[in-house]
Structures are given as C-alpha cells and as structure tokens.
C-alpha cells in the first residue's frame, strides 16, 4: 500500500464510521499540498456530548481494528472539540457552535474538499 492509499483508506474508513454515528456535515479536505501535518482533515459535527463521543470511539474502534493506532486524541472529556491524529489523517469532531466559532474550512480553504467517492475511487 502507498502512502497515499494508507491514507485514503482511512480516511474513507473514519468517514463510514461517522456516518455511522450519525455525524452531521461530513467535510473532507485534502491538505497534502499545503501542510506537512496530514495528507486529509476530516471535519464533523454532533449533536451533543455522548454522540461526539460515541462518533470519536467508533472511528477509534474502525481505524484500530484495520491496524490504524491513534497518535493523539485531545478534547475527548468535554466533547466540544475532540482531535483524533492518525498521522495522515487528522479528524476533528465539533458541536455545533465550536465547529461555526473555529470554521477550520475557513482557516483550511487553500486545501482541496473532496468527496468520499473521490477518496475511494482514489
């Protein structure tokens, strides 16, 4: 697997199971061209504290069971902001008013938003 398919895998595997937990407005963007910190941001939105951290677990579980360890993992307790860094993929999960008071799309806009058929289809 290259590099960039590792990451696209898992990105495509975190965006599945934030669907799962029934994650709100799904954005990915691909940052390789203008950062070295990730090749994909992934960015998504709960509801409230138990769903952004039942959203955080399941792509915990997801990414470990397909051999992906989490780097780092910050915000997990007050869930306004959880950061999970896989190294190639970053994935911030949001409520909503901090996902609108940070607008990371805003900050990230030199990257490229992609769609999950971009990702698979590679």
Same mark, same amino acid.
């Given at each position: 697997?290259?590099?960039?398919? &590792? ?24 940052? =390789? ?15 409230? +504290? ?22 780092? &993992? =910050? ?23 901090? %996902? #609108?008071?940070?607008? #990371?799309? %805003?900050?990230? +806009? ?7 058929? =971009?990702?698979? =289809?590679?």
């Amino acid at each position: 697997m290259t590099y960039s398919s &590792k990451s696209r895998e898992m990105a495509s595997l975190a965006y599945h199971a934030l669907e799962e937990k029934k994650a709100d407005n799904i954005t990915m963007i691909d940052i =390789e061209q203008v950062s070295t910190l990730a090749d994909y941001f992934i960015i998504a939105s709960g509801k409230n +504290r138990n769903q952004i951290q039942a959203m955080a677990d399941e792509v915990d579980e997801v990414l470990g069971r397909a051999g992906y360890e989490v780097r780092h &993992k =910050e915000g997990y307790q007050t869930a306004n902001w959880i950061l999970l860094d896989y190294g190639d993929l970053v994935i911030h999960i949001f409520d909503t008013q901090n %996902r #609108l008071f940070y607008d #990371l799309e %805003r900050i990230w +806009r030199d990257g490229k938003a992609v769609t999950i058929q =971009e990702i698979e =289809e590679g």
